[in-house]
C-alpha cells in the first residue's frame, strides 16, 4: 500500500467535515488540548513536559501498550485513551487541537501525515521519519497547509546550543572547512535475526505496534520497549538518535541543505540490524559560513570519542563522551554534548569567549527548565504568541541529511552521491532504500 492510499483510508475513518487547511482546527486562543500518540518512555517525558504549559488540556493518549496508557491515564484521569491512533483522529478530531508523536520512528510518518491531513499542528519526536520520501512528503503537506510544526530535539531551544550557533555566524573561527561529531552509542545489532516466535504479552498490541511496518513474529526483548532503534524495520541507528541532536547545532549555525555525496565505513549489511559501528562522511555544498564545500565526519560506537585528526584539545585533555568540533580558517570551536558552553580553541589553546555581547543573559545550567522550552514554545506558537525554531521545513532537511548516511551503511566503503532535485541517488541500486511499501494493518 502506498502512503497516498494509507492516508486516503484512514481519513476515510472519519466523516466529520473537516475546516480548511487555511484555518486552524480549533478556535480557542486561551488554552491547547492535545493528543498524545506513544506515551511510554521518551511519550512519557514528551507528556510531562507539553503538559506543564500552564494553558494544556491533555484530552487523549494513545498507546498499544496497556501498561503505559494505564500509566498515562493515571496522571491525566479526564483524557480519553486509545490503543489505534486512527481511531483516536476518528472519534475526536473536533476536540483536539495539536498532535504530539512520541512512537518509535517507522510510525512517525504515518501517524503525523493523518494528524496534518485533518489539519492539525504536529510536535514530532526525531528523527522525523525513518524514511526519506516520508520525510519529504511531511515538509510538503506541512507547508501546504500552514501548519505549525515542531520536530523533538530539545536541545535545540538549549543555552549553550544558541550560543555556539551565535559564534560560528558571528564568524568567530573563520569559515568552517570540517565538522567531527561522535557518539559512542550503540544503537546497532550485529547479531543473527532472532527465530522462532514468543507469546505476545496480553497488555500488548502488536499488530498496532508493527502499523505499516512489515509483519513479523514477536520475540520478547528484541522489538518492544526498548531496542527497536536498532533494527533497520523500527529505527535509525545511533545516526537517528544521538546523530539528530548532536548535528542540529552545526547544521543549524552553518545554515546546510542537503549533502552531496556520503560514504559509510562500517560492517556489510545483515538485513536486519544496524552496524555497531559507522564512520560516516558527507560532503556538503558551501553556504556563506563555510568553505566552498563542508566534510562532515560522524564517529558512532565504540572507541568513537578517541582522540583522531583535528580533535585534540589543550592540556592533554579528553574529549567528552559526545559532542562535535567545527574546524575553521582561524581556529576551532569545541561543543560537548551537553549543558556545557563551547570552547574556542586557537594555536592549541583555549581562548576567552566574549558572550555578553550576543544577549543571551548568563549560561543556564538547569535542565528542568531548559528541556521545557522547546516544548513550550510548540504550544505557544499554537496559540499564536510564539514560532517554532525546528519546524518540519528544517526538521525534513536535517532527517534526510541522516537517513542518507543510514543507506549509505547498506553499501560500506562505497560513495553514493545524491541530487537533490530528483531526491534520487546516481547509484541506482541505493533508491529502493528511499521508500518503503505501508503495510494495511
Known amino acids: 500500500m502506498t502512503k497516498r492510499e494509507f492516508l486516503k483510508n484512514t481519513a476515510a ?14 478556535q480557542n486562543d486561551k488554552r491547547l488540548r492535545t493528543a498524545h500518540i506513544g506515551v511510554g518512555n521518551m511519550g512519557g517525558e514528551d507528556l510531562k513536559a507539553i503538559s506543564s504549559h500552564a494553558l494544556v488540556d491533555v484530552v487523549a493518549l494513545c498507546d498499544v501498550d496497556a501498561t503505559n496508557l494505564a500509566a498515562a491515564k493515571k496522571l491525566h484521569p479526564k483524557a480519553k485513551t486509545f490503543s489505534d491512533y486512527r ?14 508523536v512520541s512512537t518509535p520512528d517507522h510510525t512517525h510518518a504515518p501517524a503525523s501525515m493523518m494528524a496534518m491531513e485533518m489539519n492539525k499542528p504536529v510536535y514530532c519526536q526525531k528523527p522525523l521519519t525513518h524514511h526519506v520520501t516520508e520525510a519529504r512528503a511531511m515538509r510538503k503537506m506541512a507547508a501546504e497547509k500552514n501548519l505549525i510544526t515542531q520536530m523533538g530535539i530539545q536541545v535545540h531551544s538549549f543555552y549553550d546550543y544558541k ?11 573563520g569559515k568552517v572547512s570540517t565538522v567531527r561529531a561522535w557518539s559512542p552509542k550503540n544503537w546497532g545489532y550485529d547479531g543473527p535475526a532472532p527465530e522462532g516466535n514468543d507469546p505476545i504479552p496480553e497488555t500488548l498490541d502488536w499488530n498496532l505496534w508493527l502499523g505499516t ?26 545516526l537517528g538518535d544521538m546523530g539528530v541532536h548532536i548535528f542540529d547545532t552545526p547544521y543549524n549555525a552553518l545554515a546546510l541543505d542537503v549533502p552531496k555525496t556520503i560514504t559509510n565505513h562500517c560492517r556489510k549489511p545483515n538485513g536486519f540490524g544496524y ?19 563542508l566534510k562532515w565526519v560522524w564517529y558512532d560506537g565504540e572507541g568513537a570519542s578517541q582522540q583522531r585528526e583535528d580533535l585534540s584539545l589543550p592540556n592533554g585533555e579528553k ?49 528542568e527548565s531548559e528541556g521545557k522550552k522547546h516544548y513550550h514554545q510548540f504550544v505557544d506558537a499554537c496559540l499564536g504568541k510564539a514560532s517554532c525554531s525546528a519546524p518540519f521545513s528544517y526538521a525534513a532537511r536535517l532527517t534526510e541529511t541522516i537517513l542518507l548516511g543510514v543507506i549509505a551503511g547498506r553499501f560500506p ?18 533508491n529502493q532504500y528511499l521508500d518503503s511499501e505501508y503495510r494495511t494493518f
Open 275 to 293: 552496524p555497531e559501528q559507522n564512520t560516516v562522511i558527507y560532503e556538503f555544498p558551501g553556504t556563506e559560513y563555510t568553505t566552498e564545500t
Open 319 to 367: 574529549l567528552h563522551d559526545q559532542g562535535a568540533m567545527f574546524i575553521g580558517e582561524k581556529g576551532r570551536l569545541y561543543l560537548p554534548h551537553f549543558m556545557k558552553l563551547p570552547q574556542l580553541i586557537v594555536d592549541g589553546e583555549y581562548q576567552e569567549i566574549d558572550i555578553k555581547s550576543f544577549d543571551l543573559g548568563a549560561p543556564v545550567r538547569d535542565y
Open 163 to 173: 550560543l555556539a550557533t551565535l559564534l560560528i555566524q558571528s564568524g568567530i573561527i
Open 413 to 430: 566503503n562505497k560513495t553514493l552521491h545524491w541530487d537533490s532535485e530528483t531526491a534520487k541517488f546516481a547509484e541506482e541500486e541505493a
Open 213 to 238: 511496518s512489515a509483519e513479523r513474529p514477536y520475540k520478547e526483548g528484541i522489538y518492544h520497549p526498548g531496542n527497536w532503534r536498532k533494527l533497520v524495520d523500527y529505527g535509525c541507528g545511533t
Open 13 to 26: 475513518l472519519s466523516s466529520i467535515a473537516l475546516m480548511p487547511s487555511g484555518l486552524w482546527a480549533f
Open 87 to 100: 481511531i483516536l483522529f476518528k472519534e475526536m478530531v473536533k476536540n483536539i487541537d495539536a498532535v504530539i
